[in-house]
Every structure is written in structure tokens, then in C-alpha cells.
């Protein structure tokens, strides 16, 4: 069965990225977000980056129209019934996905691969929560979706070669260039990243060097087009946390250990860009 309808579900800065290249690149798409705002916001982006690709040349109206055409919300997570593909972009947390592997599970079509964009959360447990795990698959896209060119597949322990082929096969239909990685906390990307990110907040924390001073260092020092504070607010701060919980967790390995400061900002609400606050202010 080739895949033609996809759900991605949860609108934020990855979802509605993921719809977005999806609806680009051919493929029926339907956007959940479990809070209409957050859908609101995310299809509204999704205007508005095309809008801009048009003013640049990059597409012309008709394309544009054309793929929003084949972009549609979707509040009810039910609707997955109408797709050969689910991809989960929701909050990185571990009881939250696995309930809703279990409502993907008890609604996609048999046919259906459900994949999880997640950073760092185990394949093969959130596998475990469905009756398909041999369909269940990592496909972690990098942020800004539109922009990034890689994808890491993660094969759970049962995910089967039909179902890595098949999504091999879409990261190429969307212009990702594909690796394949283990099934291991924080897969390649997050574990090479993610302790560059926290060394960069103990660096601060310690006072060696200013949140700017340390951004310069590693954008003029190192070439970086952003530097590490700056990128932590990109990400989301909530979001560093966690996945630095899942490499301490998943290694028992103090090199690991989230920066307090890190904590001290999520547990205040700043969140980095996306909340208005983070290591810098936004608005
Ligand atoms: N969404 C979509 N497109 C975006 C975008 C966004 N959020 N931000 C920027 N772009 C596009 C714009 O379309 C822009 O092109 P136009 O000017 O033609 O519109 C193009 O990117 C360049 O943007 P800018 O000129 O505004 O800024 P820039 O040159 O600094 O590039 C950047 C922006 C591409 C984000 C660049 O700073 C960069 O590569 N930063 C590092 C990103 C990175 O490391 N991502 C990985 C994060 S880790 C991850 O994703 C894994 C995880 O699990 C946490
Ligand atoms: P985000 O906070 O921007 O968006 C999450 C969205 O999910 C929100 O709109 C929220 O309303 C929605 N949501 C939460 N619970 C839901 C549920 N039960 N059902 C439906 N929707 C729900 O987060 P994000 O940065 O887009 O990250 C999403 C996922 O992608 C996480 O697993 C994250 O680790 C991963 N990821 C993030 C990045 C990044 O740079 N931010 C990069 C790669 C992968």
C-alpha cells in the first residue's frame, strides 16, 4: 500500500513544519493539535511561511494554493481512520505519547505506519503500546523542518524492513536525506547536540562567560549559524530538559546531568522563544 494521507498530530513548531513539507511534497494532510489554538497557530504559519516562499520566488501561487489545498485541520484525533500514516510531533513526554499510540493504534487502518518524530524517547517502548509494533518507527525531523535537510530513522526492536523501506522511501520523496540510527537514549543527533547545549548553560551558570559571550564564542569561534543559548530557546527549553532527563536516565552517566539553571528556567515557565523568554527575550 503506498502512502497518500498522512496525519501529523500536534501543531507546534514540528508538527505543523512536518504538514507542511508533507502537503509540499504531494502527500494529504491532516493537521491535529488537541487545542484548537494551538491548531489555529499552526496552520496560520504554515500561510504565512508560504506566503513568504511565493514573495521569494521559491514557489509560485498555484503551488502554493495547491498545497494548502491538500492541508486540512483535523480536531478529532479519529479522523486517523482515513490515513496510511500517522506522524506524532507532540510534547516529549513519555505517558502523554503512549496514550496517544494508543488512540492511533485503536483508529488507523491496519495498513497504517505510526510514526513519532520524538528527540530521544525509546522506539521500542512506545512500540510496545500499540498492536502494531512492527509498524511503529522513529522518523525524527530536525527543526526548522523546511529548512533542515536530515532525518534520523529509528527502528524499534520489532519494526519491520517493509515498514523502514517505506519510510525511507518518504524522507526521500520530501527531500531529507535519511540515516539510519539505534534505538539508543537521545539516538545520534541529541546525544551530540544536547551535552554541547548544557555545557554552554553550566558555562553561564558558573559565570565563565555572559549568555552572549558564549553564543559569540561558538557562532565567530566555530562557525555555528546560531549559537548554543540562542538554539536552546529555538528548541524549546522544556524540551532540552527532557531530553537531557532521557540521556541521564538512559545512561546513569553524571556527564549527562541537566544543568540546574536549565531546570531553575522551565520549572519559571520560560520556555525559550516559544514562551517569550528564555536565556533572551523575544517581542
Ligand atoms: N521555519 C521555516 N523556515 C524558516 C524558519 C522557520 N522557523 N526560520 C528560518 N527559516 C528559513 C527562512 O525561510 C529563511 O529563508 P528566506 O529568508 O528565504 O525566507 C531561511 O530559513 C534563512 O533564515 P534567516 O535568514 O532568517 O536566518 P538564518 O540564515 O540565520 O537561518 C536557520 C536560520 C536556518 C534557523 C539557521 O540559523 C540555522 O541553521 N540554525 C541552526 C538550526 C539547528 O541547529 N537546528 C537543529 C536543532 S536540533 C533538532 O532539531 C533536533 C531536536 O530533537 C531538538
Ligand atoms: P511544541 O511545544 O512546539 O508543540 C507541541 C504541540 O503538541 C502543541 O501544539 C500542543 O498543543 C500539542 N499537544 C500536546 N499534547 C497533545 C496531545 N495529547 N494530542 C495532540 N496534541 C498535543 O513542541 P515541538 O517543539 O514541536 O516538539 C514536538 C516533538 O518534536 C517533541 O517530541 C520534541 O522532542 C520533538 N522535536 C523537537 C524539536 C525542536 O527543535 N523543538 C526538534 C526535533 C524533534
Known amino acids: 500500500m503506498t502512502i497518500q494521507k498522512v496525519m501529523v498530530i500536534g501543531a507546534g513548531q514540528m508538527g505543523a513544519g512536518i504538514a507542511q513539507v508533507c502537503a ?21 504559519g504554515i500561510r504565512k511561511r508560504l506566503t513568504r516562499a511565493v514573495e521569494k520566488s521559491r514557489i509560485n501561487e498555484h503551488e502554493k494554493q495547491d498545497t494548502l489545498d491538500r492541508l486540512k485541520p483535523a480536531i478529532e484525533i479519529q479522523d486517523v481512520s ?23 493504534d485503536a483508529n488507523a487502518p491496519a495498513h497504517a505506519i505510526l510514526a513519532t518524530n520524538t528527540s530521544s524517547l525509546p522506539i521500542t517502548e512506545i512500540a510496545a503500546t500499540t498492536n502494531r509494533p512492527d509498524q511503529v518507527i522513529g522518523m525524527h525531523f530536525m527543526n526548522p523542518v523546511p529548512v533542515m535537510k536530515l532525518v534520523e530513522i529509528i527502528r524499534g526492536l520489532q519494526t519491520s524492513d517493509a515498514t523502514y523501506k517505506k519510510v525511507e522511501e518518504m524522507a526521500t520523496a520530501l527531500s531529507k536525506t535519511s540515516v539510519e540510527v539505534d534505538d539508543a537514549p537521545g539516538f545520534a543527533a541529541n546525544r551530540i547536540l544536547m551535552p554541547m547545549i548544557n555545557e554552554a548553560i553550566f558555562a553561564v551558570h558558573e559565570g565563565v562567560a555572559s ?58 515557565g520560560w520556555l525559550g522563544k516559544k514562551s517569550g523568554r528564555g536565556f533572551y527575550q523575544y517581542e
Open 24 to 44: 509540499q511534497s504531494g502527500y494529504d494532510v491532516l493537521l491535529h493539535d488537541a487545542n484548537q489554538q494551538g491548531l489555529d497557530k499552526g496552520m496560520e
Open 82 to 104: 482515513q490515513c496510511d500514516m500517522a506522524i506524532e510531533a507532540i510534547v516529549e513526554n513519555m505517558d502523554v505519547k503512549a496514550n496517544v499510540f494508543r488512540e492511533l
Open 211 to 268: 549568555v552572549e559571550d558564549v553564543d559569540t564564542v561558538m557562532k565567530l569561534g566555530m562557525n555555528h549559524p546560531m549559537g548554543p543559548l540562542t538554539l536552546a530557546d529555538f528548541i524549546g527549553l522544556d524540551t532540552c530538559l527532557y531530553i537531557m532527563e532521557v540521556l541521564h536516565d538512559g545512561y546513569k552517566d553524571s556527564k549527562y546531568r541537566p544543568c540546574p539553571l536549565l531546570r531553575k528556567y522551565v520549572n519559571a
